[in-house]
């Protein structure tokens, strides 16, 4: 699995963003994804997670309802808009696929793989 993230920049205080997330090789359709984010000297952190068909999403509380995580299951990709940004929203954005496989034993084993992240840097 391929996770390429893009649309990440520099912006002001108040304005908008869109990320998106391309995955390939792999079974997007049926797997969950999410987006986090990690700023200097922190951990990285959950912003929002979707699941395979797109009908459950979640959000982390401190988003204030200001962003929204959205996929095309026909273009194989993830958004997250982002909207009235806040210099605290400068961070390296990750995307992430959780995925299901089973081993030789048959035994369900999961995982979580990664994009290379993209900077966004809000200026106040």
């Known amino acids: 699995v391929q996770l390429q993230a893009s649309g990440g920049g520099l912006v002001q205080a108040g304005e908008s963003l869109r990320l998106s997330c391309v995955v390939s090789r792999g079974t997007f359709s049926t797997n969950a994804l999410g987006w986090f984010r990690r700023t200097p000297g922190k951990e990285r952190e959950f912003v929002a997670s979707i699941n395979s068909s797109g009908g459950l999403t979640r959000y982390a509380d401190s988003l204030e309802g200001r962003f929204t995580i959205s996929r095309d299951n026909a273009k194989n990709t993830v958004y997250l808009q982002m909207n009235s940004l806040k210099p605290e929203d400068t961070a390296v954005y990750y995307c992430?696929?959780?995925?299901?496989?089973?081993?030789?034993?048959?035994?369900?084993?999961?995982?979580?793989?990664w994009g290379q992240g993209t900077q966004v840097t809000v200026s106040s």
């Open positions: 992430a696929m959780d995925w299901l496989t089973y081993n030789d034993h048959s035994e369900p084993v999961v995982g979580r793989s």
